[in-house]
Each structure stands twice: as structure tokens, then as C-alpha cells.
Antibody, heavy 118, light 105 residues
Framework: EVQLQESGPGLVKPSQSLSLTCSVT????????WGWIRKFPGNKMEWMGY???????SYNPSLKSRISITRDTSKNQFFLQLNSVTTEDTATYYC????????????WGQGVMVTVSS | DTVLTQSPALAVSPGERVSISCRAS??????MHWYQQKPGQQPKLLIY???NLASGVPARFSGSGSGTDFTLTIDPVEADDTATYFC????????FGAGTKLELK
């Protein structure tokens, strides 16, 4: 069974970078696409971006200048880096598998809450 | 951005039928998907591409629609269906609805 697990600091200071890891088991990240989605307090959800089986990336235009998604295929992990964070980046961050053919997210991690605060 | 509009909340009795709507600000073809999220849990895929039941999802759940208007139907509703239901489109990048909170009477 495909399982995803996010990890990373739960507290980040404003202007610093947010870095999260998604560890995948039961499936190779060299197949399909792998994405990050976040859910803000109040329920709004935002697609952040994804990385493909080949390592190419696609980002939400609203984040394009601050976001980077990379991977380590040897560890079957992919990563999110979001630079210059503000309190508005406080959210629960999810990683998920993205099926390109029908364009939906089928397996999600449990999510990690990240608070941006000094 | 394609904005998805959902009703904020619904309340139904167990055994009834409920329809949850999602309206897109522009056409999304059939690239509308539905997720269920319970408190403290990750979203769970219910329906993909408007009307396709995801693996392992009970047949009580169904989806319909195309273009700009989509519906998720649960019939009959069970107590365990208490959750927030999100729609998501993937025709124009990816955007999500604000969610409909389903409560049981």
C-alpha cells in the first residue's frame, strides 16, 4: 500500500525558510507525480506544486518565486522548501501522490502543522 | 484562478439522501474531484473526474456534472459520513473549494 509521511519543524520564524520532507513507502517516486498541498486555518486549501517521475517540477504561480520541490530517489523522499515565510504561511502541509492521467491526488500523508511565528 | 464555490454546511438525518454542490467560475470539463476529510485526518479521495468512484469507496457515494456545475451525492447518509467535503478542479492548474461541512441531525 502506498503511504506518505510528512516531517519537519512545526515552528518557523518569519523571513526564514520552511523545509519539509515527504517519505514514501510502498511505491517508487520515480513513477507518477508527487505534490504538496496546504490547508490554512479556516479550511482553504491550496495546491503548491509537484515533482514528476523524471524530476521536472510545476509550481503554483502565486508561489513560484519562493518555492522549490526536490527529491532524493535513493531514499524515496521528496522535499518542499518555501522561502521568506510570513505568518500567512501558517498551515497544515500535506504531501500526496498525483495521478497525471486523470489529474487527481489519490494518496495523501497525514499532514504536518507548521506555524510561522517569532 | 478558477474559483470553486461550495455551500458552507448541510445537516441531514441518517438514511436520507444529500447532494453537495460545487460550482466553478469557468468550465473545467470533467476534471472535478471530490474528497472527504474528517477532523485530524488527511483528505480521502471519493470521486475522480466528476463521476468515477475511487477504489474502496462505498457505492453510496456518487458524482455527477460537467462544465461548471458538479454534485456529490450520498445516498443513504450514514453517521460515519460526518465530515467536510471538498471539491478540486485540475483543468486550470489546481484549485479547491472551501469545503462543505456535513453534519447529521
Amino acid at each position: 500500500e502506498v503511504q506518505l509521511q510528512e516531517s519537519g519543524p512545526g515552528l518557523v520564524k518569519p523571513s526564514q525558510s520552511l523545509s519539509l520532507t515527504c517519505s514514501v513507502t510502498g511505491y517508487s517516486i520515480t513513477s507518477n507525480y508527487w505534490g504538496w498541498i496546504r490547508k490554512f486555518p479556516g479550511n482553504k486549501m491550496e495546491w503548491m506544486g509537484y515533482i514528476s517521475y523524471s524530476g521536472s517540477t510545476s509550481y503554483n504561480p502565486s508561489l513560484k518565486s519562493r518555492i522549490s520541490i526536490t527529491r532524493d530517489t535513493s531514499k524515496n523522499q521528496f522535499f518542499l522548501q518555501l522561502n521568506s515565510v510570513t505568518t500567512e504561511d501558517t498551515a497544515t502541509y500535506y504531501c500526496a501522490r498525483y495521478l497525471l492521467y486523470n489529474n487527481y491526488f489519490d494518496y495523501w500523508g497525514q499532514g504536518v502543522m507548521v506555524t510561522v511565528s517569532s | 484562478d478558477t474559483v470553486l464555490t461550495q455551500s458552507p454546511a448541510l445537516a441531514v438525518s441518517p438514511g436520507e439522501r444529500v447532494s453537495i454542490s460545487c460550482r466553478a467560475s469557468e468550465g473545467v470539463n470533467s476534471y472535478m474531484h471530490w474528497y472527504q476529510q474528517k477532523p485530524g485526518q488527511q483528505p480521502k479521495l471519493l470521486i475522480y473526474k466528476a463521476s468515477n468512484l475511487a477504489s474502496g469507496v462505498p457505492a453510496r457515494f456518487s458524482g455527477s456534472g460537467s462544465g461548471t456545475d458538479f454534485t456529490l451525492t450520498i445516498d443513504p447518509v450514514e453517521a460515519d459520513d460526518t465530515a467536510t467535503y471538498f471539491c478540486q478542479q485540475s483543468w486550470n492548474d489546481h484549485t479547491f473549494g472551501a469545503g462543505t461541512k456535513l453534519e447529521l441531525k
